[in-house]
Nanobody, 120 residues
């Protein structure tokens, strides 16, 4: 019913920047909160940044001041601008959304993940 498709990952040197995008499509009435998670090899998935439907944001401590989450409600898209990347940011990044469907049922969806690799 709903798909979240991420793009923008890749390989970058330490200190560099990347911008991730996550576009939602399908039977969407509206999108409530949207988040970015990441999972490094051998580690649990962790919440990186969140943004509410009203635009309020929250960040994991290690990315504060370096990452910025934003959204375009007209395009049902959320972004993650990542600056001053560090090798420890290397992970698969996942988009997550809480969607109100056209049936007025709320459900949660995940993207397929996009790899971010930061070389030292």
């Amino acid at each position: 019913q709903v798909q979240l498709v991420e793009s923008g990952g890749g390989l970058v040197q330490a200190g560099g920047s990347l911008r991730l995008s996550c576009a939602a499509s399908g039977s969407i009435f509206s999108i409530n909160g949207m988040d970015w998670y990441r999972q490094a090899p051998g580690k649990q998935r962790e919440l990186v940044a969140t943004i509410t439907s009203g635009g309020s944001t929250n960040y994991e401590d290690s990315v504060k001041g370096r990452f910025t989450i934003s959204r375009d409600n007209a395009k049902n898209t959320v972004y993650l601008q990542m600056n001053n990347l560090k090798p420890e940011d290397t992970a698969v990044y996942y988009c997550h959304g809480r969607v109100l469907l056209k049936t007025f049922r709320e459900s949660e969806y995940w993207g397929q993940g996009t790899q971010v690799t930061v070389s030292s």
